[in-house]
């Protein structure tokens, strides 16, 4: 059996460019941005302008990265559907995160390609689930990296919101502290 990843998520390895779109304005829309780009993105842009002031969210769950006064709007999190995000997935995505740059897709003979998160291991079946909705983002094959995608961190933090009861005013702002301390670079 082999790795299925999502077509979307297929490694891009052109450079991203922030110069505005002059007939917006400034402003640079990438909303069908595909995962593992949107990621890094995320990655990129954090480590460029490491400022919480650098995100602004919305409550559904996009995104825009500020740079001066241009803007980059994604939407990795309505087209994702935050919604559908259950808490086994949830947990899932959080031993991903927990564990960093360690985790990594392994194949399980007959079973096929899990993915191994330190002493725990996500099944061939919740992985697939995790890669394929655009939640988990990796470049595919045996031993591949595996980390949560942008959009993974942005439903996962929607499903806290709603989870711990958050005044839907002050989703944007737990959105967009999430996905800085996600992606911006560690002291």
């Not at 769950?61 to 001066?68: D, E, F, I, K, P």
């Not at 939407?75 to 995505?93: C, E, F, M, V, Y």
């Not at 927990?98 to 390609?113: D, F, S």
């Amino acid at each position: 059996m082999t790795v299925t990843t999502n077509p979307a998520a297929t490694a891009s390895y052109r450079r991203y460019h922030y110069d505005p779109d002059p007939a917006i304005g400034g402003n640079t829309a990438l909303p069908n941005l595909p995962p593992l780009e949107a990621t890094h993105l995320a990655h990129t842009h954090l480590r460029t302008y490491p400022t919480l002031r650098s995100i602004q969210a919305d409550s559904c769950g996009a995104l825009t990265l500020l740079q001066g006064n241009r803007r980059i709007a994604l939407a990795p999190g309505t087209a994702i559907h935050p919604k559908r995000l259950t808490a086994r997935q949830a947990n899932d995505l959080l031993l991903i995160a927990q564990v960093g740059y360690r985790a990594h897709i392994t194949v399980l003979p007959g079973r096929g390609p899990a993915i191994d998160a330190g002493l725990n291991r996500i099944p061939p079946a919740a992985a697939e689930r995790l890669i394929r909705s655009g939640w988990a983002a990796t470049t595919g094959g045996p031993g591949a990296r595996v980390s949560v995608s942008l959009a993974g961190t942005v439903a996962l933090a929607w499903r806290a919101c709603r989870d711990q009861s958050v005044p839907s005013g002050e989703w944007a702002a737990q959105i967009a502290e999430s996905v800085f301390e996600a992606f911006a670079p560690t002291p």
